[in-house]
């Protein structure tokens, strides 16, 4: 039980979001020999995309709410429910904060790699 919500932590309306970190995992794995920045950046950012989308998604189907039109869809996809702040303030600071993650954990592994160097490196992760 999910003491903050009062949900069960495995439940139905979970589900999306579940099934949302998995693909962004899925992403990190795809772009795992392609270290290049522009491409982990790519990533990082339809990453959030995908979270907010299939995150939302689950709302606007579990939440009686919203009507379960397109209108509805819409609605839960960008202003959300009144009373409440907009649903892309959600997007902003997911794509921001997960950028800002991605730059520096990028900067702190090629400075591990530049005073490593390749050799110790792969030595150090196969013992």
Request: net charge positive; with cysteine; proline share 4%.
């Amino acid at each position: 039980m999910n003491s903050r919500y009062g949900v069960a932590v495995l439940n139905w309306e979970l589900l999306p979001r579940y099934i949302a970190l998995g693909l962004a995992g899925g992403i990190g794995l795809a772009l795992r020999n392609r270290v290049k920045l522009g491409g982990l950046l790519c990533g990082c950012v339809a990453a959030s995309f995908l979270f907010y989308i299939l995150a939302n998604a689950g709302t606007w189907l579990s939440s009686p709410e919203y009507a379960k039109s397109f209108a509805g869809f819409f609605q839960s996809q960008t202003t959300g429910l009144p009373g409440y702040a907009p649903a892309w303030n959600f997007l902003r600071n997911s794509v921001v904060s997960d950028l800002l993650f991605t730059l520096i954990f990028a900067g702190c592994m090629s400075l591990t790699r530049e005073r490593t160097g390749p050799a110790r490196f792969s030595e150090s992760r196969a013992g």
